[in-house]
């Protein structure tokens, strides 16, 4: 069986700014970790949601950020966010 996820350190050219590359495999629950912030910006992916209990599913879009919160639903390919470092 495959890692659910897979994680890559990257540096926004000249800025200084790091962030976190990660690939999503499976449905899993979003944690934020302590230097990572609250918003992650969708790369690739097709047919993902996120659903915060009691509430409808949101259908992640790429280009698009979105408040880390409540559990990611799997879709049809690999799910790709961009989540900046503090």
Do not use: A
């Not at 992650?40 to 993902?48: A, C, D, T």
């Amino acid at each position: 069986m495959e890692k659910s996820l897979k994680d890559m350190v990257t540096e926004q050219h000249g800025t200084g700014i790091k962030y976190l590359i990660r690939t999503f495999n499976e449905s899993v629950p979003l944690e934020i970790v302590q230097g990572m912030k609250k918003k992650m910006h969708v790369l690739s992916g097709n047919g993902w949601c996120m659903r915060e209990r009691g509430y409808m599913p949101i259908e992640l879009k790429l280009g698009q950020e979105y408040l880390m919160k409540g559990n990611l639903e799997k879709g049809e390919s690999e799910l790709v966010v961009r989540i900046q470092l503090t």
